[in-house]
């Protein structure tokens, strides 16, 4: 019984490291509007630059924390990893070229619901994930909510509107895969190790991309910091809680409970920002808090 009581909370822990890392993740809208009236910059050098920030904590941590073990691993393995760098470059170029396409809100909705109907597509052939009907019942709240929270403002300017389809649904492909190899690697390795080489990886893959549209170095005091920010808070310490926390998840719970980062984009954009959240808004938020206490009770049944 004891023993039964043990799992449900880990397994609770696990789900409640993914919201933190979700809600850190939320902030990060917020921060890059405040960089862009700072500086003059572009998205690819703040998504460069993001991972490389993050980068000197990760090793010092991890140097710290596994010491020699840090490099210790297995070829196949190593493969992984470097995935997962590969692919968070991906979604951040296809990310921030899908809104050059169709906007900022209808990037974000087909990236955001999109990628957990990857995960448990994927998950349920390649990690034989069983899909529960609490799990189902989640993701469509969350997918629903998810749609009205965000919703789409039509634009008659927007050009381009099918390759911006296209860039979104590779951003949300690139997100599933790293959830997904985070998940497979898990149960093997501590999560320091997955973040310093995959990011680090990251990091070299999105280098040339972002000289190649003009690396953007001049930044003030204040756009430092945000940088700095953006490297260790909503990423180095949002992805460790996140890949510490999948470790006691599906892959399919995870990236469904990462929806919430929506909802608290949406809470400081009408905090800070004055935008106003609507009824349908409100509707779509209630949806992914009820959502989210699905997956709550779900996985801790999931360990009985």
């Given amino acids: 019984m004891k023993t039964q009581v043990n799992a449900q909370a880990i397994a609770r822990l696990g789900l409640i490291s993914i919201l933190l890392a979700a809600t850190l993740w939320g902030?990060?809208?917020?921060?890059?509007?405040?960089?862009?009236?700072?500086?003059?910059?572009?998205?690819?050098?703040?998504?460069?630059?993001?991972?490389?920030?993050?980068?000197?904590?990760?090793?010092?941590?991890c140097g710290f924390t596994l010491g020699r073990k840090t490099f210790r691993v297995a070829r196949r393995?190593?493969?992984?990893?470097l995935l997962i760098g590969a692919m968070t470059a991906l979604y951040q170029v296809c990310y921030f070229?899908?809104?050059?396409?169709?906007?900022?809100?209808?990037?974000?909705?087909?990236?955001?619901?999109?990628?957990?109907?990857?995960?448990?597509?994927?998950?349920?052939?390649?990690?034989?994930?069983?899909?529960t009907r609490g799990v189902f019942l989640a993701g469509s709240c969350a997918i629903a909510g998810t749609i009205l929270l965000v919703g789409i403002q039509p634009d008659s300017e927007m050009q381009s509107m099918?390759?911006?389809?296209?860039?979104?649904?590779?951003?949300?492909?690139?997100?599933?895969?790293?959830?997904l190899c985070g998940r497979s690697l898990a149960e093997r390795y501590h999560p320091?190790?997955?973040?310093?080489?995959?990011?680090?990886?990251?990091?070299?893959?999105?280098?040339?991309?972002?000289?190649?549209?003009?690396?953007?170095?001049?930044?003030?005091?204040l756009g430092w910091l945000a940088l700095l920010y953006l490297g260790i808070i909503p990423t180095a310490l949002a992805y460790l809680l996140y890949f510490g926390g999948i470790r006691h998840t599906t892959a399919t719970v995870a990236s469904i409970a990462t929806l919430l980062e929506p909802l608290v984009s949406t809470v400081l954009a009408w905090w800070l920002l004055n935008e106003q959240l609507g009824s349908l808004g409100i509707v779509?938020?209630?949806?992914?808090?009820?959502?989210i206490g699905l997956l709550y009770l779900e996985d801790g049944r999931r360990k009985d």
């Fill in 27 to 61: 902030t990060v809208g917020v921060v890059i509007q405040a960089l862009y009236r700072l500086s003059d910059t572009n998205p690819l050098s703040v998504g460069f630059l993001r991972l490389a920030l993050s980068l000197p904590l990760l090793f010092v941590v």
């Fill in 192 to 221: 320091l190790q997955t973040l310093t080489i995959g990011f680090g990886s990251g990091a070299v893959i999105l280098l040339p991309f972002a000289l190649g549209t003009g690396l953007a170095v001049n930044y003030s005091g």
């Fill in 77 to 81: 393995d190593l493969g992984l990893m």
């Fill in 284 to 291: 779509g938020a209630v949806l992914l808090l009820g959502a």
């Fill in 97 to 131: 070229s899908a809104i050059t396409h169709i906007g900022v809100a209808a990037a974000t909705l087909i990236a955001l619901c999109v990628a957990p109907v990857w995960v448990a597509l994927l998950a349920t052939v390649l990690l034989r994930e069983r899909m």
């Fill in 162 to 179: 099918g390759l911006g389809v296209l860039l979104a649904l590779g951003s949300a492909l690139g997100y599933a895969v790293v959830a």
